[in-house]
């Protein structure tokens, strides 16, 4: 699997190119900047991008928007962001096109290896990757504005779960409960925030998303 990894910190982009190389990734470029990370996507056509979301010059938000730029030309390009902190904003702009193979992650998370690279296999495989402190702060906001105060605790659960990009499969060993009681809390979560069920998980995962943060949206004071 080829990998792009743009990150200006040279010790931290180090770490993942031996990372990503020592669990079979063929890392074709790293780069430490926007432009040069726009060129490496077109030259390369990665399988998917690592990118940190913040690149010279001005140390905002290049990543991201090179990375939308980027999915412009060529729709789907799976990326992995990377982030210092949560940013509700910037999670919102990375799933408003929908279409999955997309990911937001804490740097914390890199250290983790495993979650790490489950994570760039995930988001270079089609899915929706989010970290759990992003889905934590969405739901809590949601659940502060009455968005999911319909819920039961395990609804809850298990929405949190079905938002970090799980399956039914591993929803069910996490929580310990049984397939059909995922089935159907998942059921039960759709009808009380009034949204279409879908098979599809990586579907499934944006349109939890999509509401909460469009109810969010919409609940905000002018």
């Known amino acids: 699997m080829r990998v792009v990894i743009a990150e200006?910190?040279?010790?931290?982009?180090?770490?993942l190119i031996r990372t990503?190389?020592?669990?079979?990734?063929?890392?074709?470029?790293?780069?430490?900047?926007?432009?040069?990370l726009l060129r490496a996507l077109r030259e390369h056509e990665?399988?998917?991008?690592?990118?940190?979301?913040?690149?010279?010059p001005t140390f905002t938000d290049e990543g991201l928007?090179?990375?939308?730029?980027?999915?412009?030309?060529?729709?789907?390009?799976?990326?992995?962001?990377?982030?210092?902190?949560?940013?509700?904003?910037?999670?919102?702009?990375?799933?408003?096109?929908?279409?999955?193979?997309?990911?937001?992650?804490?740097k914390d998370r890199v250290t983790h290896t495993a979650q790490f690279v489950a994570a760039v296999r995930t988001v270079a495989a089609g899915g929706t990757v989010m970290d759990p402190q992003v889905i934590a702060k969405l739901l809590a906001r949601s659940d502060a504005r009455g968005?999911?105060?319909?819920l039961t605790p395990r609804e809850h659960d298990v929405l949190e779960l079905m938002a970090e990009g799980r399956s039914n499969?591993?929803?069910m060993h996490t929580l310990h409960i049984s397939e059909s009681a995922v089935a159907k809390h998942t059921a039960n979560i759709?009808?009380?925030?009034?949204?279409?069920?879908?098979?599809?998980?990586?579907?499934?995962?944006?349109?939890?998303?999509?509401?909460?943060?469009n109810a969010e949206r919409i609940a905000q004071p002018f």
């Open 20 to 36: 990503l190389q020592d669990h079979g990734f063929e890392v074709v470029a790293a780069v430490d900047n926007s432009p040069e």
């Open 190 to 213: 759709f009808a009380k925030l009034g949204i279409e069920a879908s098979a599809d998980d990586n579907r499934r995962v944006l349109a939890v998303l999509a509401y909460l943060k």
């Open 65 to 106: 928007k090179a990375t939308l730029e980027a999915r412009r030309a060529r729709p789907g390009l799976p990326v992995l962001i990377l982030s210092q902190y949560v940013d509700q904003l910037y999670a919102h702009e990375l799933l408003a096109g929908g279409g999955g193979a997309i990911g937001y992650l804490l």
């Open 8 to 15: 200006d910190l040279f010790l931290l982009r180090d770490g």
């Open 169 to 171: 499969a591993a929803i």
């Open 147 to 150: 968005t999911t105060a319909a």
């Open 46 to 56: 990665p399988d998917v991008a690592v990118v940190d979301i913040r690149l010279p």
